[in-house]
């Protein structure tokens, strides 16, 4: 018996913003499981900045492109309806990255299974996840922080971003966040941030950044590249670390009209930048770093912060409103 299946798929490359029209929602028959597969009924999608590269017909990233009318990839959870493995059962939960899609299937290896009882599931889309991961990464092992420290944070309304703000609270750091907009400054006050720049305000973001952090930075987690970037390393103590975690303000497009001022700084200030990628490098770390992750959720010195949508359907609106800045903190579709 063939299973039917509702998937988002890519029909048209975009050339500079994805909207409504370079997707559609299409059925799929999948086929019966094999030996050691498992198929899921969907519960919770998320969709990311990172998916924009795979938009595009030559990928600057490290994922394949996606294949136009082909099923989307994105993290999910959902729960098992059928199994042909002693690894999963029916009803266990799972976390995977078949998404953007009602059912999914395939081998077992490619699901992993959830504690049930345990954290509120959608938490694994968003502090517990990647988005998480990425923010503890980036701070504690680029960033290495030190008592006193001051740290930048940009797209700090964002997933990683708010993340990273309260994480930079909870270790005792001076924590500057950078965001588009008054209501999303103010937001990040209110996550704790001692200091909050509006980057959309008339005026250089490099004046923004120094008068927000008159001693300067020690740690920056830059999440959108370009003028932000480039605002950092002017603002660089001695010995600054950067965790380059994303570039988003690049993604839509061509990087080679980014102008740099101040890059004879990583020089002068002995800056240390690094990329990375907490998946590739860092997967032996996952548990210890959920554990005080979810200690910290339960404590109330990190409160994940979230924008959801009921339904499949809303995938496209939430794509072009995350280059929008349309939200704030993780968005994830409720199905
Ligand atoms: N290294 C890794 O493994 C890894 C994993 C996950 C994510 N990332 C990267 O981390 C970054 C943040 O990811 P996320 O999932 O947390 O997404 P996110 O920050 O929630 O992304 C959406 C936000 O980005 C901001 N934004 C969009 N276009 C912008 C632009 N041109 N300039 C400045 N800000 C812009 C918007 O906020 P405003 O309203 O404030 O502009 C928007 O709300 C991305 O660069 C992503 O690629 C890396």
Not at 57 to 64: E, F, K, N, S
Not at 181 to 206: F, H, N, Q, V
């Amino acid at each position: 018996m063939a299973w039917k299946t509702r998937a988002w798929t890519l029909i048209d490359r975009p050339d500079g913003l994805p909207k409504r029209e370079h997707f559609a929602l299409h059925d799929f028959d999948d086929p019966p499981l094999c030996e050691a597969e498992v198929r899921v009924r969907n519960l919770w999608l998320t969709v990311g900045p990172a998916m924009r590269v795979r938009m595009s017909a030559q990928t600057r990233g490290y994922l394949p492109p996606f294949a136009l009318g082909r099923p989307m990839e994105g993290w999910a959870i959902g729960e098992v309806v059928a199994s042909k493995t002693q690894a999963l059962a029916e009803g266990d939960l799972v976390m995977h990255q078949h998404g953007l899609r009602d059912y999914s299937q395939g081998p077992a290896a490619g699901f992993e299974k959830l504690p049930k009882p345990g954290p509120p599931p959608h938490h694994y889309l968003n502090a517990l996840g990647s988005t998480g991961y990425t923010a503890y990464v980036g701070l504690l092992h680029i960033g290495e922080p030190r008592p006193g420290e001051t740290m930048f944070v940009s797209g700090a309304a964002g997933a990683v971003g708010s993340t990273a703000v309260q994480i930079g609270k909870a270790l005792g750091l001076t924590v500057v966040g950078s965001a588009g907009g008054e209501t999303k400054r103010r937001l990040l006050l209110d996550l704790g941030a001692d200091a909050a720049i509006d980057y959309r305000s008339p005026g250089p973001l490099t004046e923004k950044l120094a008068a927000a952090a008159p001693q300067g930075i020690d740690i920056y987690i830059d999440n959108v590249g370009g003028e932000h970037l480039d605002a950092a390393l002017a603002a660089a103590r001695p010995h600054a670390r950067f965790a380059m975690s994303g570039m988003i303000s690049s993604y839509n497009r061509d990087q080679a009209r980014d102008v740099m001022h101040h890059l004879n700084r990583i020089v002068t200030q002995r800056i240390r930048l690094q990329g990375y990628l907490p998946f590739a490098d860092h997967v032996e770390g996952l548990g210890p770093f959920r554990e005080q992750m979810w200690s910290w959720i339960e404590a109330g010195r990190v409160r994940p912060l979230q924008t959801i949508w009921d339904g499949l359907e809303h995938v496209p609106t939430v794509i072009e409103e995350l280059f929008a800045g349309g939200f704030t903190g993780k968005p994830l579709i409720r199905i």
